[in-house]
C-alpha cells in the first residue's frame, strides 16, 4: 500500500471517529439542553403535541417564580450553608491527609486503616446511629445537624494523603531548619503545591453539598431547613403538570455543578493523574 493511500485512510478513520463522537456528545447532551429551553417556554408550549425544541416566545416567569413564591431563595441559601460547612472540613481532611503522609506517630497505620475502613461502609447503615447521636446533642432540624456527618469523608482523607505524599520531604525540612513552624509549614508550602487536589476536592465537596437529598430530609422536620434538591421533589409533589416550572427548578440545581466542573476541569484532572488514581 503506498503512502498516500495510508495517508487518506488514516484521514478517513479520524473524521469517522470525529463524526461518531460529535453525535455521541449532542446525543448526551440533548436533555440538558432540552432543559434549559423546556425551562423559558411558556405553559402552553411546554405541554404542546407534538413538541417544538425551540420556544416560540421566551420568558424567564418561572425562574421568577421559584424564588418568589416558592421558597427556593430559602432552599438555595441552606444548600450554600451547607456547602460552606463543607469546605471548612475540607481543610480538616488536609490537614489528616498532611500528617497521615509526613508524620510518623504511633498507630498512624492503624489509624489510617480506620480511615480505609470508613469508605467500605454504605452511608445508610450510619444514618440511624448518626440521628441517634445528633439528637442526643439537640441538633436534629438544624443546618449544623444537616451538615456536620458530611463534614469529613475517609475519601478524602485518602486523596489528600496519596497527593500529599509526593510532596518532597527535603523541602520540609529545610523550611523546619529555617525556624517555620508546622502551621506556617503547611499554610505556605504544603497548601499551594497540593492545588491540583485542592481542586478535585472542591468540585467534590461542593457536588456533596449541593446534591444533597436523603439526610436532609430525615434530620429536617421544618420545611425552612430543606436544601434545594429537597425542594425540588417537593416541587414535583406539590404540582400537577406544568413542565416548564420543574425545568426551571432542575436547571437551578445543574447549571452551577456544570459552571464549577468546567472552571476546575484541568485541575481534577491533573489531581487525580497526581495523586495515583485511574
Given at each position: 500500500m503506498s503512502t498516500s493511500?495510508?495517508?487518506?485512510?488514516?484521514?478517513?478513520?479520524?473524521?469517522?471517529?470525529?463524526?461518531?463522537?460529535?453525535?455521541?456528545?449532542?446525543?448526551t447532551a440533548f436533555p440538558f439542553f432540552w432543559m434549559l429551553l423546556t425551562s423559558v417556554k411558556p405553559q402552553r408550549e411546554s405541554i404542546d403535541f407534538p413538541p417544538s425544541i425551540l420556544p416560540q416566545d421566551p420568558t424567564l416567569e418561572w425562574y421568577v417564580r421559584l424564588f418568589t413564591e416558592?421558597?427556593?431563595?430559602?432552599?438555595?441559601?441552606?444548600?450554600?450553608?451547607?456547602?460552606?460547612?463543607?469546605?471548612?472540613?475540607?481543610?480538616?481532611?488536609?490537614?489528616?491527609?498532611?500528617?497521615?503522609?509526613?508524620?510518623?506517630?504511633?498507630?498512624?497505620?492503624?489509624?489510617?486503616?480506620?480511615?480505609?475502613?470508613?469508605?467500605?461502609?454504605?452511608?445508610?447503615?450510619?444514618m440511624i446511629p448518626t440521628y441517634l447521636i445528633l439528637n442526643g446533642m439537640k441538633l436534629t432540624n438544624t443546618?449544623?445537624?444537616?451538615?456536620?456527618?458530611?463534614?469529613?469523608?475517609?475519601?478524602?482523607?485518602?486523596?489528600?494523603?496519596?497527593f500529599m505524599s509526593t510532596i518532597p520531604t527535603e523541602m520540609l525540612e529545610?523550611?523546619?531548619?529555617?525556624?517555620?513552624?508546622?502551621f506556617r509549614i503547611f499554610f505556605r508550602i504544603v497548601l499551594p503545591m497540593s492545588g491540583p487536589i485542592l481542586a478535585v476536592q472542591v468540585v467534590l465537596t461542593f457536588i456533596g453539598g449541593w446534591n444533597s437529598f436523603l439526610w436532609p430530609l430525615i434530620i429536617?422536620?421544618?420545611q425552612k431547613l430543606y436544601t434545594l434538591s429537597v425542594g425540588l421533589a417537593l416541587l414535583n409533589q406539590q404540582l400537577a403538570v406544568n413542565p416548564s416550572l420543574q425545568m426551571a427548578a432542575a436547571s437551578?440545581?445543574?447549571?452551577?455543578?456544570?459552571?464549577?466542573?468546567?472552571?476546575?476541569q484541568r485541575y481534577v484532572i491533573q489531581g487525580f493523574a497526581l495523586s495515583g488514581l485511574k
Open positions: 493511500a495510508a495517508r487518506s485512510r488514516s484521514r478517513a478513520l479520524t473524521v469517522t471517529i470525529g463524526v461518531a463522537l460529535a453525535v455521541g456528545a449532542l446525543i416558592l421558597d427556593f431563595a430559602r432552599y438555595l441559601g441552606n444548600t450554600l450553608i451547607v456547602v460552606l460547612f463543607g469546605f471548612v472540613g475540607l481543610l480538616l481532611m488536609a490537614m489528616a491527609g498532611y500528617a497521615f503522609a509526613k508524620f510518623d506517630f504511633r498507630g498512624r497505620r492503624w489509624m489510617f486503616f480506620l480511615v480505609l475502613a470508613t469508605m467500605m461502609i454504605p452511608v445508610q447503615v450510619t443546618l449544623v445537624g444537616i451538615a456536620l456527618p458530611t463534614l469529613v469523608t475517609g475519601f478524602s482523607i485518602f486523596l489528600f494523603r496519596q529545610a523550611a523546619r531548619i529555617d525556624g517555620a513552624g508546622e429536617a422536620s421544618d437551578v440545581m445543574v447549571v452551577p455543578i456544570l459552571l464549577v466542573f468546567v472552571i476546575f
